[in-house]
């Protein structure tokens, strides 16, 4: 059963959708909305990003163009001597005007404290951060890491703050691009979650959707904190970064196997998946890929689909389970002394990711193939972690989010530009871990069980085929899709 959540706003307007008999509340953003922020945000005198790392930069300035002219200072606090100072002040934040400062000052002096810093880092001072914070000021948050880390060690927070949670469903560079190119069309943006965590004043909600319209997201949903780590941090291990990557490696051997050129391999595996798989998955959803393939590919793909979903399914429950019990948010803490040791490596050095290199620089995008082989696998993969998801009971914006919208809309625009290599490469150090662990136990299930079970004429279950064709998810992609910005992301 899905999370049962409500809420009501002061200031904005709030709208309830349908997703498949699923009620669930959201605000429609838009810049037309942002004459409300200080009245939502009543107060409220200073807003400190605190970090730049991947959403900082993107904040800090969306938030700083949205306040424009209404007298709130955005100030980004950063550790002294931190090499992202100056990037700080290449995007306009300075001494000399009160807008940049050490992070410690930044929080005592903060109304509304955003600890953007690191999952690892926040684990690490978050007492401190919290000793700072003056009563009565809000602490907002963009991922549940830390909440999931604190009940882990059994700490809290302090009773006389708010705390909120704004999570956008997408990396911090999306955020931000899609801000400045959609800065002509009202509602272009990513997505975002909200949660409160904590309310002290009743003040709590109409400043995370304040917060959430202010970063330029299209649609606010409701989640909580803990629903929120969980989905995302499964997610990054699932199909955002480590399925896909997984799912590469393993066809782009596959195909080279059965004949074809290295260069051809990646088209078919890689390319496809980032090119027009995404893309009609994002327009049309993922009948829309079934429906592309014609009465030819749909054998192909219903037959990978079919031996693929068991496989995906098996690897994401497992994946879930770790999550939610804390054992991956204990393997990031564990991992940060061994990283001050020795750093993570990169992955692009191999040969997969040479050959995309090549592929890429001669692209032709009307000649990537749509491979049904491929699209079977991947939206088998995508369907398991749907299936987890809501078996768990998160919203059903939360898993059309976390498992296919971000995905397509967010991280593979990217994957296609610069490579799936320079994503999980330049991700969160949460993200990179995880990717790096669970995308060869992905590769290695998909080869040894669902390709060998092709391979050997296994009897496949094709009743997962008509499962799929009538599952609920794409009547609530079509609702989503319905807010979905008329901007598609581009990246050069």
């Not at 410690?104 to 978050?126: G, H, K, M, N, R």
């Not at 006389?160 to 509602?187: D, E, F, H």
């Not at 499964?234 to 490696?249: F, K, N, P, S, T």
């Not at 620089?361 to 699209?375: G, W, Y």
């Amino acid at each position: 059963m899905a999370l049962s959540l409500g809420f009501t706003s002061k200031v904005f307007q709030v709208d309830t959708i349908d997703l498949k008999g699923h009620k669930e509340q959201i605000v429609k953003g838009g810049r037309h909305l942002f004459p409300l922020l200080p009245t939502a945000l009543e107060g409220i005198k200073q807003i400190g990003v605190i970090g730049w790392g991947s959403q900082g930069p993107a904040q800090a300035q969306n938030l700083r163009d949205s306040l424009d002219g209404t007298g709130i200072v955005v100030k980004v606090g950063l550790r002294p001597g931190s090499s992202s100072m100056n990037e700080a002040r290449d995007a306009g934040f300075s001494e000399a005007t009160g807008t940049l400062g050490e992070m410690f000052a930044v929080v005592a002096e903060s109304d509304l404290v955003i600890l953007l810093i690191s999952d690892s880092a926040q684990a690490e001072v978050f007492e401190q951060v919290f000793a700072k914070l003056r009563p009565g000021v809000t602490l907002g948050l963009s991922h549940g890491f830390l909440v999931g880390h604190m009940k882990n060690v059994g700490a809290t927070f302090p009773e006389n703050v708010n705390v909120i949670a704004v999570c956008p469903k997408g990396m911090g560079p999306s955020v931000r691009r899609l801000y400045v190119q959609g800065a002509t069309v009202n509602g272009a943006g990513i997505n975002s979650s909200f949660a409160v965590q904590q309310d002290i004043d009743g003040r709590a909600t109409d400043i995370a959707l304040a917060w959430s319209v202010a970063i330029g997201s299209p649609y606010t949903f409701q989640t909580t904190l803990e629903s929120e780590f969980k989905s995302d941090i499964y997610g990054e291990r699932g199909i955002l970064l480590g399925a896909v990557h997984g799912i590469i490696e393993s066809l782009y051997r596959r195909y080279i196997n059965q004949g074809m050129s290295h260069e051809d391999a990646f088209r078919h595996s890689a390319e496809a998946i980032t090119g027009p798989i995404s893309r009609i998955i994002s327009r049309q959803g993922m009948l829309g890929v079934y429906d592309a393939l014609g009465a030819d590919g749909r054998p192909q793909f219903e037959a990978a689909y079919a031996a693929s979903y068991p496989a995906a399914h098996e690897i994401l429950s497992e994946i879930y389970d770790e999550v939610s019990s804390g054992n991956e948010i204990r393997s990031v803490i564990l991992a940060g002394d061994r990283l001050k040791k020795r750093p993570m490596g990169v992955i692009d050095r191999t040969e997969t990711w040479h050959t995309g290199k090549g592929v890429r620089a001669a692209r032709a995008e009307d000649e990537i193939p749509l491979d049904p082989f491929t699209a079977g696998v991947y939206i088998a993969t995508m369907m398991a972690q749907i299936d987890v998801l809501m078996s768990h009971g998160h919203p059903y914006s939360e898993v059309a989010n976390e498992s296919v919208i971000e995905a397509v809309d967010s991280l593979n625009p990217y994957m296609h530009a610069r490579g799936v290599s320079y994503m999980v490469d330049n991700c969160s150090t949460t993200a990179r871990l995880g990717s790096r662990k669970w995308a060869p136990r992905f590769d290695y299930v998909l080869t040894e069980q669902a390709y060998s079970a092709l391979d050997a004429k296994d009897p496949l279950e094709f009743e997962r085929v008509d499962s799929f064709k009538s599952h609920e998810i794409h009547q609530v992609l079509a609702e989503c899709a319905k807010l979905r910005p008329s901007v598609d992301i581009f990246v050069d």
